[in-house]
């Protein structure tokens, strides 16, 4: 088959490599559809995760069809479509009991695309399937979930959850990339009183303002703190979700909030940010950190398919599979580009029937 491989900082390809099989009898195989690119594939390839091993195939948000399953698979069979949760879960780990998946002790956690052989590729072994895929539902077109795979859950549960974004709450969002801009759209579910959106770029504000941000702050040329205060009546926000992962970000963010307000840092950071304690002792201020479980796919997935969530306004640039290179170039230069998100799409299942669906299941 063909996948993007990671061949060390720099270096990817879109390799022939050999097709995916059951490796333990929790897994499954899986013909992927349709898969995304993420920034963290870019950390990797700029050299920051050196976890992530020369030779791996990236990738970590997908939806696709089940080809084959490993004899104790009980959720799925083949010919089922699922969506692949950047997550997966052991499910017997004192962390996926109290569905922290993304804390697995058990061989879970972040894998794809990390430790394991991603979803940027036509076919990919899925392990702990039980415990780690969702059926599409089939009204559902794969574009509309794909993004709950890791960008809606990351928002949401690391944002706007820890956040604890409620009823007529000011939230104010640092940075409006596609992270920043899921938290505005799931903010919303909380029904805020105003989201004010806060970023350098201007292209990026006005898409805020689309994706439903009550007010915008350019604080390369506005006083971010200033107006926020401005438009709380001196108070400061209730809530202020870092989207960057930088440390002056997350020392705005901080500065940003009342007394009696939280900090939720959904950023992925690299360096040490300074935390003003002699500013904050008395403010009774919570500041949480997060590692999304995507314990919350399912409830997304009902919000889509009753129409009270649209992912697919990520979606600004569609590729076939085979020119995942290409969407890499589009990606990676998302400043010229405007890219939020890309869809990679595999061949169409009508109208090319995989071999290993008209095979008979695996027992
Ligand atoms: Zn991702
Ligand atoms: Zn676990």
New binding site residues.
């Given amino acids: 088959m063909k996948a993007l491989v990671y061949h060390g900082p720099g270096q990817r390809s879109w390799d022939s490599v050999d097709d995916p099989t059951i490796v333990d009898q929790t897994d499954i195989v899986v013909r992927v559809e349709t898969s995304t690119i ?4 870019l950390h990797i390839l700029k050299g920051d995760v050196p976890e992530t091993a020369a030779g791996t195939v990236l990738g ?2 997908a939806v696709g069809v089940v080809v084959e399953i490993g004899s104790s698979v009980g959720s799925v069979v083949v010919g089922d479509r699922v969506l692949l949760s ?1 997550i997966s879960s052991c499910g017997r780990c004192r962390y996926c009991k109290q569905a922290r998946y993304g804390q697995c002790l058990g061989g879970g956690g972040w894998i794809f695309g990390h430790l394991i052989d991603g979803l940027q590729a036509e076919y990919a072994r899925v392990p702990f399937a039980d415990n780690s895929v969702f059926k599409v539902p089939e009204q559902l077109s794969d574009e509309q979930v794909l993004f709950l795979a ?2 809606l859950p990351t928002a949401y549960e690391v944002g706007v959850l820890n956040g604890r974004v409620a009823p007529g709450d000011v939230v104010a969002i640092v940075g409006a990339g596609p992270v920043g801009l899921a938290a505005i759209l799931t903010a919303q579910l909380y029904t805020p009183g105003k989201i004010i959106a806060i970023d350098l770029a201007d292209s990026r504000l006005q898409r805020a303002l689309d994706f439903g941000a009550h007010s915008t702050i350019n604080n390369g040329r506005e006083d971010a703190l200033a107006q926020v205060l401005e438009l709380t009546d001196g108070n400061g926000a209730d809530a202020a979700l870092e989207a960057v992962g930088l440390p002056a970000t997350f020392e705005l963010a901080c500065e940003l909030i009342r007394p009696g307000g939280r900090v939720a840092n959904i950023g992925v950071h690299g360096h040490s940010a300074t935390l003003h304690l002699e500013r904050l002792w008395t403010r009774d201020v919570t500041i949480t950190t997060g590692l999304v479980d995507t314990s919350t796919i399912p409830q997304l997935l009902k919000l889509v398919a009753d129409g009270r969530l649209d992912p697919t306004v990520f979606a600004t640039h569609h590729f076939a599979l085979d020119d995942t290179m290409a969407a890499y170039d589009v990606f990676a230069d998302a400043d010229h580009t405007d890219a939020l998100k890309v869809v990679l799409s595999g061949s169409d299942v009508a109208v090319h029937v995989d071999p290993r669906l008209a095979a008979p299941a695996v027992a």
């Fill in positions: 993420c920034g963290s594939d970590h948000e950047c890791d960008i």
